[in-house]
């Protein structure tokens, strides 16, 4: 029996061995990282070569790229939540869960992203001041929107709203035979989904998990119309006062990419990662 | 004989309709002793497959009744107590692909049966042994030959101690030369004395494992017989019909 347990731990390790990149993707992945290397070689020498403007560029911007990661971050984070919750609702037998989550998917999908967040900045707080002065509520009637938790908010609400349908195909593109063995197994239908659908459906979705993060990122400069001084905000006011449109905005274009293309490259090792062993 | 006592499973006069109109089951009764081994058969789209899930309510029968072990599947509340006494093993072995084999063979024990992990690892790495499969405990079902996955998958179904196996078309979805080797394990399982409900056509199992053969047809059973009496003197004449079909 020992000696039969020994056997099965070198097989665990010559598995993960196995799970290693072989030699064709590991130099596509390199050649990928190649042109990460070139956008951020271009920027460096840019900076170098012309400190002014270019070096008066970054410094001006640079908390504008910290703001612009942290609101990418967190409105992900919450998406990814928020997602799984209402594409679990899209999939559910229940009449109103899958009615309400529905009609949420259908409606925020119908609205652009630019004027939702319009609607939380601007028109949630009027309507949270109105409520206060007719309940004579003053926490209500003081109330002042905060842009980022607002930009965050907004995002948040409608990319899920996309998630939630990515979920729901991830779910509903797995054999039927994966929960029947489940249940009849005697799991619950919450614990099938916790340990057989969802891991599957994970990876399943990865690739297009990846892909909205990169969407998001570049969705992230629309809150700079709602007062948030995130990279494209900063880019404006160093525009504004500079009068340096073409120097400025090839900054600002090359830091975008700069950003997407390694959130790519990351999104790439982490499906790679959780790829289905063949 | 073992006939003498108390069915283990009752069929009672059962009715299944789909959506579409469609009556899968009209009708039918039937009683399953404990350590007995009972094989359907019958055309495609006789109700075969709806009448095996129905005894663990992987469909919902309309009417009638289906008492497992004292448990009936009418009652909501008995159903995964019901699930727990009745394994499954489908035709295209449902086999988790993301686990490892003895992943597949370990989650449930913990989950349902909380099992602590190292006495779900031995029963799993014991009962793998039994079924051919130890070496492969580490691979994953992908990995495997349909042989193997289907014997892993019985390996699984056995985990949480079952009363009752199910079998629904075990062998359908393998190539020929991997049939014998599943045979063999289900065969083993029948001289333990485990009771089970095998839909087959495999003429070799019946001689071999079964107690008693029953035909469907239309959703409804034509005729039962001991052994393998079924297949070498049938007695209606939509039983000779079938046969010389398949055979
Ligand atoms: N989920 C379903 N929805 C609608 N009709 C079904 C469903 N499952 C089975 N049927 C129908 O019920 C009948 C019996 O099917 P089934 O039990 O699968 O037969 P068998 O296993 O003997 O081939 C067939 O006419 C089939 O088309
Ligand atoms: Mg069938």
Not at chain 1, 182 to 209: D, E, F, W
Not at chain 1, 229 to 246: C, H, K, N, Q, V
Not at chain 2, 92 to 113: G, K, M, T, Y
Not at chain 2, 217 to 235: Q, Y
Request: proline share 4%.
């Amino acid at each position: 029996m020992s000696n039969k347990t020994k056997n099965d731990a070198s097989e665990l390790i010559a598995g993960k061995i196995a799970k290693l990149p072989q030699a064709g993707e590991l130099s596509a992945i390199d050649a990928w990282w190649g042109l990460v290397a070139v956008v951020f070689l271009g920027i460096i020498l840019l900076v170098s070569l012309y400190p002014d403007p270019y070096a008066r560029i970054l410094s001006f911007v640079q908390d504008g790229v910290i703001v612009t990661i942290l609101v990418t971050i967190s409105t992900f984070l919450l998406t990814m939540v928020l997602g799984l919750i209402c594409g679990l609702g899209r999939v559910s037998k229940n009449k109103f869960v899958y009615g309400l989550t529905s009609v949420y998917v259908e409606v925020i999908r119908g609205i652009p992203l630019l004027v939702q967040l319009l609607v939380w900045y601007f028109a949630f707080p009027a309507i949270v001041v109105r409520i206060g002065a007719a309940l004579n509520f003053r926490p209500f009637q003081q109330y002042l929107a905060n842009p980022i938790m607002m930009a965050i908010i907004g995002i948040s609400i409608c990319y899920a709203a996309y998630m939630a349908e990515i979920v729901r195909a991830g779910i509903e593109s797995l054999p039927v035979g994966q929960m029947e063995a489940a249940r009849s197994l005697g799991m619950t239908k919450a614990q099938a989904m916790r340990t057989v659908i969802l891991p599957q459906a994970y990876r399943t979705i990865m690739p297009t998990i990846g892909n909205e993060f990169i969407s998001l990122l570049k969705d992230s400069s629309l809150v700079s119309v709602v007062a948030v001084a995130d990279l494209t905000r900063r880019g404006r006011e160093f525009m504004s006062t500079t009068f340096m449109p073409i120097e400025t905005w090839l900054m600002i274009a090359l830091l975008y990419l700069l950003m997407t293309l390694i959130s790519a490259r990351i999104a790439k090792i982490v499906e790679n990662k959780t790829k289905l062993e063949k | 004989m073992k006939t003498a006592n108390e069915p283990i499973i009752q069929i009672r006069n059962v009715y299944k309709y789909f959506k579409n109109d469609i009556q899968a089951l009209r009708g039918v009764s039937l009683d399953i002793f404990p350590g007995e081994v009972v094989m359907i058969i019958g055309p495609s789209g006789s109700g075969k497959s709806t009448l095996l899930r129905s005894i663990n309510r992987l469909e919902k029968i309309d009417d009638g009744d289906i008492i497992v072990d004292g448990l009936s599947v009418t009652h909501h509340e008995d159903i995964n107590a019901l699930r727990l006494e009745v394994g499954m093993v489908f035709q295209q072995f449902n086999l988790f692909p993301h686990l490892s084999v003895l992943e597949n063979v370990v989650l449930a024990q913990r989950i349902v049966r909380k099992r602590s992990a190292e006495e779900a690892e031995t029963k799993a790495l014991a009962l793998l042994d039994k079924v051919g499969i130890y070496e492969k405990a580490s691979a994953y079902p992908l990995q495997l030959s349909g042989g193997q996955q289907q014997r892993v998958a019985i390996a699984r179904a056995l985990a949480m101690d079952p009363k009752i196996m199910l079998f629904d078309e075990p062998t359908s979805a393998l190539d020929p030369e991997m049939i014998q080797e599943v045979l063999e394990v289900m065969v083993q399982m029948a001289k333990e004395g485990m009771t089970m409900v095998v839909v087959s056509h495999e003429m070799g199992f019946a001689r071999s494992a079964a107690d008693r053969c029953v035909l469907m047809d239309s959703g409804r059973i034509v005729e039962e017989a001991p052994r393998d009496e079924l297949f070498t003197n049938p007695k209606e004449e939509r039983t000779k019909q079938f046969l010389s079909k398949i055979l």
